[in-house]
């Protein structure tokens, strides 16, 4: 079984619908990421959380909110989608307890969003 | 302003030759890189990774190289295989500002002749 899972795996949506996306994970790992890839581009930090009442802003916040409900789920929110949020998005942890663990990053296998 | 730059799109190797992958920084509070491989409908998987305090770092066909003073670090795939087809992205963190967000490259798409 994945360590790291996310649902859906693809979703077509229309413009101003509310959508989440979901990640879990069972690698007991303190730290979730929320990342997003745009075509032919590298990923980019939505939002980040060390652990369930910590949570801060990424680079590309603007239009994305989240949850995270335990340390091992944490919920990406499009409250009002548009489509320049057609993209990749992928989840990922990491360990802050071992030495250097807390950059290495374990990610998800991705959701494709299209917004139309 | 991109911070990590994979400056080749795309290379294209023989299988059992060397695959060499590059990638430059402009930050210098990096302090630590990672090499992510990723499949097609796939999620980045980790590969390996190098902290500033060293200079190489080898972890069996894969090895890293990091030269700080030109902020420029490469992967080498040695013997390359038709598996290791993939893009590959480079990523930088700078720890000690306590986010450890990565910074990523926008990759490399590495093809491997049989």
């Known amino acids: 079984d994945a360590d790291v899972t996310q649902t859906p795996r693809n979703r077509i949506t229309k413009t101003g619908k509310r959508i989440m996306l979901e990640c879990s994970q069972t690698?007991?790992?303190?730290?979730m990421y929320w990342y997003r890839q745009d075509p032919g581009l590298g990923l980019q930090l939505i939002y980040y959380?060390?652990?369930?009442?910590?949570?801060n802003k990424g680079e590309i916040s603007d239009g994305y909110s989240v949850s995270r409900q335990a340390q091992a789920k944490f919920s990406l929110s499009l409250e009002s989608a548009i489509p320049n949020q057609t993209a990749l998005y992928f989840c990922?942890?990491?360990?802050?307890?071992?030495?250097?663990?807390?950059?290495?990053?374990?990610f998800g296998p991705g959701t494709r969003l299209t917004v139309l | 302003d991109q911070q990590v730059k994979q400056n080749s799109p795309s290379l294209s190797v023989q299988e059992g030759r060397i695959s060499i992958l590059n990638c430059d920084y402009t930050?210098?509070?990096?302090?630590?890189f990672l090499w992510y491989k990723k499949y097609p409908a796939e999620g980045p998987t980790f590969l390996i990774s190098?902290?500033?305090?060293?200079d190489k770092n080898e972890d069996g066909r894969f090895t890293v190289f990091l030269n700080k003073s030109a902020k420029h670090l490469s992967l080498h795939i040695v013997p390359s295989q038709p598996g290791d087809s993939a893009v590959y992205f480079c990523?930088?963190?700078?720890?000690?500002?306590?986010?450890?967000?990565?910074?990523f490259g926008k990759g490399t798409k590495l093809s491997v002749i049989p």
């Open positions: 959380s060390f652990d369930v009442k910590d949570i």
């Open positions: 990922a942890t990491s360990d802050s307890s071992l030495a250097g663990g807390a950059d290495t990053q374990y």
């Open positions: 930050n210098s509070m990096f302090d630590y």
């Open positions: 190098i902290s500033s305090i060293k």
């Open positions: 990523a930088a963190s700078e720890s000690g500002a306590g986010s450890y967000q990565l910074t």
């Open positions: 690698k007991g790992h303190d730290r």
